[in-house]
């Protein structure tokens, strides 16, 4: 059987190991406690002594370091780009200068280290304002805001390097784009480009998209206000001149392109990319592909890459979250509602538990351990059934100072 390791700590790495298990020998570097206890092997040894066949890479700073190009080099099939790939998604400025090259969509934009020039472009700017850290920083180093003296103080606490170190030294100025943002997740192999179902992801903490960015609060999928044919006008107008610039740039991608898009009324325009699976995106596309996955993401890495038939039903994913967070959250908390095996000890149809940030106490109780703390994934045929679901799931577990948004998936079933 082939054996897969799958590089990553959280929810996403969870849900592909989930579905991937089904068809490989599966082994989670280093995992957490909940992919453990649901029986997957989890380990902290380096990735290269796990004797992979294939290695799909979760997180991106790996594939920034450089993972997926020391795994080739020693004969090993990746899902991941190398580190020239993985540019599109470890520098803002990078990205801007290669989008214009490509000649794909975008917001408009100007890069600063300078503190008074940034403040005088900010000037000439109408709201709302985007300001971004250049380096990476884990979803929340872009503040979009209405109020100019809020844009002001952001710029200087970013240049200064106060609030996000070496990563924040240089800030992009960004247009805000209007519309509905909408995930698309594209397995290229480095010469053909298919595109799963689109998703859509919940980043600010708060009901009604208000407060601070998150990492995601959940997901759902598909969307339906994106059709087939935008699908593929999208890959048209900004994947494939994408994939035409990487291979002008002699870059063979092979992996994951995920492209955060806003749909406005001229069209879709990118946001930005990233150069894996989204989280929480990852867990609601991996159990909707849950039969394919292993397939596609074999295909993805070694080519001949094949369009996958497009999966029945609908996922929504709704996050729990430790109080703080994304600041500082609070840790250890005794989690209710969970069975031995990590999962609903009350099951739900159709729900799968995903761990993001959990550990096992003493007593082999599960403790909050992060920011986000579990994933409550459900697929059912619609996606006002599979809201249900997560909902009734996320009803039956609990622990001190628990955050989570009631509004995931809210408009797409009103
Ligand atoms: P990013 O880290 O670039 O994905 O940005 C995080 C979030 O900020 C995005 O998902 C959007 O919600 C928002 N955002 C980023 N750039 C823009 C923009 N130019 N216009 C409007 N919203 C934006
Ligand atoms: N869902 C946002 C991200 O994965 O970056």
Same mark, same amino acid.
Request: charged share 45%; hydrophobic share 20%.
């Given at each position: 059987m082939t054996r897969v390791v799958v590089v990553g700590a959280g929810a996403r790495e969870h849900a592909l190991a989930l579905a991937l298990s089904h068809r490989a020998e599966v082994i989670v570097a280093p995992g957490n406690a909940g992919i453990a206890a649901h029986g997957i092997a989890c380990s902290g040894a380096s990735v290269a002594s796990l004797d992979a066949d294939l290695v799909v890479v979760g997180p991106e700073q790996p594939l920034v370091e450089g993972l997926a190009d020391e795994l080739r080099a020693a004969g090993v099939a990746v899902v991941g780009p190398g580190r020239e790939g993985a540019r599109l998604e470890g520098s803002k400025a990078y990205l801007k200068d290669f989008l214009a090259a490509a000649g794909v969509p975008t917001a408009a934009y100007a890069t600063f280290s300078n503190e008074a020039a940034a403040l005088a472009h900010l000037e000439t700017m109408t709201a709302p304002y985007v300001i971004k850290t250049d380096g990476l920083a884990a979803g929340k180093g872009v503040l979009v805001t209405s109020d100019l003296e809020a844009a002001r103080a952001d710029v200087r606490d970013k240049l200064s390097g106060s609030s996000f170190g070496a990563a924040g030294t240089t800030v992009v100025l960004e247009e805000g784009l209007v519309g509905f943002e909408c995930s698309l997740h594209v397995l290229c192999d480095g010469t053909r480009a298919v595109p799963l179902v689109t998703a859509q992801d919940f980043?600010?903490? $708060?009901?009604?998209?208000? $407060?601070a960015n998150t990492g995601g609060m959940g997901a759902f999928a598909p969307l339906p206000a994106v059709s087939a044919a935008d699908v593929e006008a999208i890959m048209a107008t900004v994947i494939e001149p994408t994939l035409a610039e990487l291979r002008r740039r002699g870059v063979d991608y092979r992996g994951v392109l995920y492209a955060g898009l806003m749909i406005g009324p001229d069209g879709a325009k990118l946001i930005e990319y990233n150069v894996r699976f989204g989280d929480p995106e990852t867990e609601v596309l991996a159990p909707l592909y849950s039969e394919s996955l292993f397939a596609l993401l074999e295909a993805t890495a070694t080519g001949e890459l094949v369009a996958p038939a497009t999966p029945a039903g609908a996922a929504v994913t709704v996050v729990v979250a430790a109080q703080g967070y994304p600041g500082t959250p609070r840790r250890g908390d005794v989690i209710f509602g969970l069975a031995d095996n990590g999962q609903l000890a009350t099951p739900v149809p159709g729900v799968n538990v995903y761990h993001a940030g959990t550990a096992r106490d003493a007593e082999g109780r599960f403790v909050t351990a992060g920011g986000r703390v579990l994933a409550l994934s459900a697929v059912a045929d619609s996606i006002g059934h599979a809201r249900e679901r997560a909902y009734a799931a996320a009803a039956t577990v609990s622990f001190d100072g628990m955050v989570m948004r009631t509004d995931i998936a809210g408009k797409a079933v009103s």
């Open positions: 980043k600010r903490v $708060g009901d009604g998209d208000v $407060g």
